[in-house]
């Protein structure tokens, strides 16, 4: 009787220690994560769009990898699995937000490169065949007029001239 607790503790000790051993990597990653946001506060406050734009794809890297491990690993440990799942999503849209922040602040930070973004437009613009949607410095050009004042797209940033930047959606 007393080899078999033993034996069922032995077991039970093993499966908190690894428990551990993955949720204290994840929770590494979500602190990574945590420093990171606390830097942006302090990059945007001094406009500091080149840190804030290195930050954003650290932060992409390190969410990427807190997901993988969460999807692939972390189910041994559903508690944990599902705070983490919530924490990828809350970290994919604080990325998005800080990205677009940049867009619309350095759009020349992105000039070529293929990026997602949610455009807001303030004003829009009826050509003959085409919408020409404003924010600032941003340009976009769509086919039929919007339904909402957002556009979602994966796009990328061309510089037009002066201090325009065009976002050119891709199919």
């Not at 993988?68 to 705070?83: D, E, G, H, S, T």
Request: aromatic share 12%; net charge positive.
């Amino acid at each position: 009787m007393l080899s078999k607790i033993k034996k069922i503790r032995s077991v039970i000790s093993a499966i908190i220690i690894i428990w551990g051993i993955f949720t204290f990597s994840a929770f590494i990653m979500e602190e990574s994560l945590q420093q990171i946001t606390f830097a942006n506060f302090t990059a945007l406050d001094a406009e500091n769009w080149n840190m804030l734009k290195s930050n954003i794809e650290l932060m992409k890297k390190i969410n990427k990898h807190l997901e993988i491990l969460n999807k692939f690993i972390l189910w041994i440990q559903p508690v944990a699995m599902f705070a983490y799942s919530d924490y990828v999503v809350a970290t994919n849209n604080y990325i998005q937000t800080m990205q677009d922040t940049v867009i619309a602040n350095a759009p020349q930070l992105y000039h070529n490169e293929k990026i997602k973004i949610k455009f807001f437009y303030k004003q829009i613009q009826k050509n003959k065949e085409t919408y020409q949607l404003r924010n600032g410095r941003l340009i976009m050009t769509v086919d039929n007029e919007p339904a909402t004042p957002v556009i979602e797209a994966i796009c990328q940033i061309r510089h037009v001239g002066g201090l325009r930047y065009e976002l050119i959606p891709i199919n």
